[in-house]
């Protein structure tokens, strides 16, 4: 169980590069994980956060514990108090409404910078911002955050999917300096692929991680997490030093008999396992073909175990 959130003073990290000019007054709609510790990380940085919207419970719970001095207000009014940036870090399927919203509202102003953390959305989103004379950014942190100070020392070095239109991409950088990050500009079509790719990487890898870990629970072992962490980490590690060169394990040989004992046993113990077990089975072998870790004379028995289980999970 988590401990309580408890208010402190303010953020005791502070991103590794200061601000390049004058300070910016901002705004956060928002305080959620994303959005607290953004905020925080800002005024650590030197600007000044005026005001932020939090509705639930935990909103205001990270509020207090990251943002302690700044006053909790309406959506509207932190949009109204915002008078250089708008930090817009809600829900990718609430951002459109929450946009329109405050556009009809009169509460943006020509010139102010809205900028939204969402990886999924461009600057499309921010129309109706636009329209008014708003100044749209998108600005997404390629980081996974838990909502405490403990983010704000992962934030140094890490990357943001920065969409902007070309008069706005100094300020751009300039934040993401100002946060301790490093810009990658993604074109506004990218956004899908970008943010899918994240998505893959980071959300699909702690579901595969936890599948890993029940069937090990399943084979009678008390604490996988012990015997996944180092294993996990060489891999990973191996992956992005090396590649599809970091390919091993029975697909990148073809040892279709393994593979055919994996799938017999899962069929009887986690059927839920089977079809995900299959699909990355199939990338695998794929990969490693194309990588020319697998020939594809060695790979016929093991993509005939693969096909023959697809219809079995098929029927």
Request: no cysteine.
């Amino acid at each position: 169980m988590s401990a309580p959130l408890r208010p402190r003073p303010g953020p005791a990290v502070r991103p590794a590069h200061a601000p390049v000019s004058r300070s910016l007054t901002v705004g956060v709609i928002g305080a959620g994980r994303v959005g607290a510790v953004l905020g925080a990380a800002l005024a650590a940085a030197g600007h000044r956060v005026v005001a932020a919207a939090g509705v639930s419970g935990a909103s205001r719970a990270r509020l207090a514990l990251l943002l302690p001095s700044v006053p909790r207000r309406s959506a509207t009014s932190v949009a109204r108090a915002a008078a250089d940036l708008l930090l817009l870090a809600v829900p990718d399927d609430a951002l459109a409404g929450v946009v329109a919203g405050l556009a009809g509202s009169g509460a943006l102003r020509p010139g102010q910078v809205i900028a939204h953390t969402s990886g999924a959305h461009g600057l499309a989103v921010l129309a109706p911002a636009a329209e008014v004379g708003a100044r749209p950014l998108a600005l997404h942190p390629a980081m996974t955050f838990t909502g405490t100070p403990d983010d704000l020392a992962r934030l140094p070095g890490i990357s943001y999917g920065v969409t902007a239109p070309a008069e706005l991409r100094p300020l751009a950088a300039r934040l993401v300096t100002d946060l301790g990050g490093v810009p990658e500009w993604i074109g506004e079509a990218d956004r899908p692929l970008y943010h899918a790719a994240l998505a893959h990487g980071a959300n699909h890898l702690v579901t595969l991680v936890n599948e890993a870990a029940d069937r090990l629970r399943d084979a009678g072992v008390a604490q996988p997490e012990k015997v996944l962490a180092p294993l996990l980490r060489a891999a990973l590690e191996n992956a992005l030093r090396l590649g599809d060169d970091a390919l091993t394990g029975p697909v990148s040989r073809g040892d279709a008999g393994t593979v055919e004992r994996h799938l017999a046993r899962l069929t009887a113990t986690a059927p839920e396992s089977v079809a995900p077990y299959l699909a990355l089975a199939r990338r695998t072998a794929d990969r490693a073909i194309a990588a020319g870790r697998l020939r594809p004379v060695d790979a016929e028995s093991l993509l005939d175990v693969l096909r023959g289980r697809d219809r079995e999970v098929a029927a």
